[in-house]
Nanobody
Framework: QAQLVESGGGLVQPGGSLKLSCATS??????????MAWYRQAPGKEREVVAS?????????YYADPVKGRFTISRDNYKNTLTLQMNSLKPEDTAIYYC????????WGHGTQVTVSS
Protein backbone atom coordinates (compact mmCIF):
# COMPACT_ATOMS: atom_id res chain seq x y z
CA GLN A 1 0.00 0.00 0.00
CA ALA A 2 1.38 3.36 -1.01
CA GLN A 3 2.26 5.84 1.70
CA LEU A 4 3.40 9.45 1.66
CA VAL A 5 4.34 10.53 5.17
CA GLU A 6 5.14 14.15 5.90
CA SER A 7 7.25 15.30 8.84
CA GLY A 8 9.04 18.40 10.07
CA GLY A 9 6.12 20.69 10.75
CA GLY A 10 5.73 22.66 13.96
CA LEU A 11 5.55 26.07 15.55
CA VAL A 12 8.10 28.66 14.48
CA GLN A 13 8.48 32.39 14.96
CA PRO A 14 8.22 34.78 12.01
CA GLY A 15 11.52 34.89 10.17
CA GLY A 16 12.38 31.35 11.20
CA SER A 17 12.95 28.23 9.15
CA LEU A 18 11.54 24.73 8.89
CA LYS A 19 12.39 21.77 6.70
CA LEU A 20 9.56 19.47 5.69
CA SER A 21 10.18 15.94 4.52
CA CYS A 22 7.97 13.47 2.70
CA ALA A 23 8.93 9.82 2.87
CA THR A 24 7.33 7.66 0.20
CA SER A 25 6.89 3.92 0.03
CA UNK A 26 4.85 1.39 -1.89
CA UNK A 27 4.30 3.55 -4.95
CA UNK A 28 3.05 1.61 -7.95
CA UNK A 29 5.96 2.85 -10.08
CA UNK A 30 9.43 3.98 -9.16
CA UNK A 31 9.61 7.24 -7.30
CA UNK A 32 11.73 9.05 -9.88
CA UNK A 33 8.93 8.86 -12.46
CA UNK A 34 6.57 10.91 -10.34
CA UNK A 35 6.22 14.64 -10.48
CA MET A 36 6.14 15.71 -6.85
CA ALA A 37 4.69 18.75 -5.18
CA TRP A 38 3.95 20.43 -1.89
CA TYR A 39 0.50 21.88 -1.35
CA ARG A 40 -0.87 23.77 1.62
CA GLN A 41 -4.27 24.56 3.00
CA ALA A 42 -4.88 27.37 5.44
CA PRO A 43 -8.03 27.53 7.58
CA GLY A 44 -11.00 28.62 5.49
CA LYS A 45 -9.02 28.54 2.25
CA GLU A 46 -8.67 26.15 -0.64
CA ARG A 47 -5.69 23.88 -1.00
CA GLU A 48 -3.02 25.52 -3.16
CA VAL A 49 0.22 24.39 -4.73
CA VAL A 50 3.34 25.73 -3.06
CA ALA A 51 6.10 24.17 -5.14
CA SER A 52 6.61 21.29 -7.54
CA UNK A 53 9.43 19.36 -9.14
CA UNK A 54 9.29 17.21 -12.26
CA UNK A 55 10.03 13.51 -12.54
CA UNK A 56 12.14 11.63 -15.08
CA UNK A 57 9.99 13.04 -17.87
CA UNK A 58 11.11 16.55 -17.04
CA UNK A 59 9.08 19.52 -15.94
CA UNK A 60 11.59 21.45 -13.87
CA UNK A 61 10.66 23.24 -10.69
CA TYR A 62 7.82 25.64 -9.96
CA TYR A 63 7.20 27.97 -7.05
CA ALA A 64 4.07 29.89 -6.22
CA ASP A 65 4.69 33.62 -6.15
CA PRO A 66 4.20 34.01 -2.37
CA VAL A 67 7.09 31.61 -1.63
CA LYS A 68 9.58 32.43 -4.38
CA GLY A 69 13.00 33.16 -2.98
CA ARG A 70 12.10 31.74 0.44
CA PHE A 71 11.22 28.07 -0.17
CA THR A 72 13.27 25.39 -1.94
CA ILE A 73 11.88 22.06 -3.12
CA SER A 74 14.18 19.10 -3.69
CA ARG A 75 13.96 15.36 -4.15
CA ASP A 76 16.21 12.38 -3.49
CA ASN A 77 15.43 9.60 -5.95
CA TYR A 78 17.62 7.14 -4.05
CA LYS A 79 15.90 7.70 -0.72
CA ASN A 80 12.48 8.22 -2.35
CA THR A 81 11.97 11.43 -0.42
CA LEU A 82 10.80 14.95 -1.11
CA THR A 83 11.79 17.96 0.95
CA LEU A 84 10.74 21.57 1.31
CA GLN A 85 13.17 24.00 2.92
CA MET A 86 11.23 26.99 4.19
CA ASN A 87 13.08 30.14 5.21
CA SER A 88 11.96 33.61 6.25
CA LEU A 89 8.62 32.21 7.31
CA LYS A 90 5.66 34.54 7.64
CA PRO A 91 2.40 34.19 9.58
CA GLU A 92 0.59 33.79 6.26
CA ASP A 93 2.56 30.60 5.67
CA THR A 94 0.56 28.96 8.46
CA ALA A 95 -1.24 25.97 6.98
CA ILE A 96 -1.32 22.22 6.74
CA TYR A 97 1.30 21.17 4.21
CA TYR A 98 0.68 18.14 2.01
CA CYS A 99 2.97 16.04 -0.12
CA UNK A 100 1.60 15.00 -3.53
CA UNK A 101 2.91 12.71 -6.22
CA UNK A 102 1.57 12.23 -9.75
CA UNK A 103 2.43 10.19 -12.79
CA UNK A 104 -0.03 7.67 -14.19
CA UNK A 105 -1.59 7.50 -10.74
CA UNK A 106 -1.49 9.99 -7.89
CA UNK A 107 -1.06 10.03 -4.14
CA TRP A 108 -1.56 12.44 -1.24
CA GLY A 109 0.02 12.47 2.18
CA HIS A 110 -1.99 13.25 5.30
CA GLY A 111 -0.31 16.55 5.95
CA THR A 112 1.82 18.24 8.58
CA GLN A 113 0.88 21.41 10.43
CA VAL A 114 3.06 24.50 10.10
CA THR A 115 2.28 27.40 12.39
CA VAL A 116 4.17 30.69 12.14
CA SER A 117 3.47 32.87 15.14
CA SER A 118 5.21 34.94 17.75
Amino acid sequence: QAQLVESGGGLVQPGGSLKLSCATSGLRFRFSLYAMAWYRQAPGKEREVVASVGGDGGGGTYYADPVKGRFTISRDNYKNTLTLQMNSLKPEDTAIYYCYGHWIDSYWGHGTQVTVSS
